[in-house]
T-cell receptor, first 111, second 115 residues
Framework: GESVGLHLPTLSVQEGDNSIINCAYS??????FIWYKQESGKGPQFIID?????DKRQGQRVTVLLNKTVKHLSLQIAATQPGDSAVYFC??????????FGSGTRLLVRP | DARVTQTPRHKVTEMGQEVTMRCQPI?????VFWYRQTMMQGLELLAY????????DSGMPKDRFSAEMPDATLATLKIQPSEPRDSAVYFC?????????????FGPGTRLTVL
């Protein structure tokens, strides 16, 4: 079946350092992936997406990398700030165009 | 700015009571999703609508849950009767077009506690 998971439940980084959040997916047929950020008490918020015909996509301070060979997705945040503290989810679009979310990684930014 | 709204934000009720959660999608968005978030199961899709028609409700317990879109500006999720295991945060999200590869905008959620 299709599933999306994360390697690390909690990541603690120093303010100003770069953060890397990882995600594994199981459905090799998936062709669209999204990263969401969820702050406490709020709904998930879209960060960045990537299609399977790409290996890398950059946004403002964020980069998503896709390795289809090992079915791995990562989110890189440059110069991590206190406002980046949140839970981050990767999501995979299944064949029915529905999103399947991973379990989430909590990012804690130390001042 | 345009955003998805949900009411109520918090609901505490007793087992057996009916619960109705409401969602107003972003104006012009024609796809609406209902998700449930728990610590154990994470974020799960319950049902979604396109142009007010239900397309998939396979994630929803049919015996007690029902979802409707009375009009384009209102989506409802009802639980009757509610059970303690229904305690969760329920999110509504909307998307502009087909829903595929269209960014889903989430509401703030309704935190439901069933005693």
């Amino acid at each position: 079946g299709e599933s999306v998971g994360l390697h690390l439940p909690t990541l603690s980084v120093q303010e100003g350092d770069n953060s890397i959040i990882n995600c594994a997916y199981s459905n090799s047929a998936s062709d669209y992936f999204i990263w969401y950020k969820q702050e406490s008490g709020k709904g998930p918020q879209f960060i960045i997406d990537i299609r399977s015909n790409m290996d890398k996509r950059q946004g403002q301070r964020v980069t998503v990398l896709l390795n289809k060979t090992v079915k791995h997705l990562s989110l890189q945040i440059a110069a991590t700030q206190p406002g980046d503290s949140a839970v981050y989810f990767c999501a995979e679009e299944d064949s029915s165009y529905k999103l399947i979310f991973g379990s989430g990684t909590r990012l804690l930014v130390r001042p | 700015d345009a955003r998805v709204t949900q009411t109520p934000r918090h609901k505490v009720t007793e087992m057996g009571q009916e619960v109705t959660m409401r969602c107003q999608p972003i104006l012009g968005h024609n796809t609406v999703f209902w998700y449930r978030q728990t610590m154990m199961q994470g974020l799960e899709l319950l049902a979604y609508f396109r142009n007010r028609a239900p397309l998939d409700d396979s994630g929803m317990p049919k015996d007690r849950f029902s979802a409707e879109m009375p009009d384009a500006t209102l989506a409802t999720l009802k639980i009757q009767p509610s059970e303690p295991r229904d305690s969760a945060v329920y999110f509504c999200a909307s998307a502009r077009n087909s829903g595929r590869r269209d960014e889903q905008f989430f509401g703030p959620g309704t935190r439901l506690t069933v005693l």
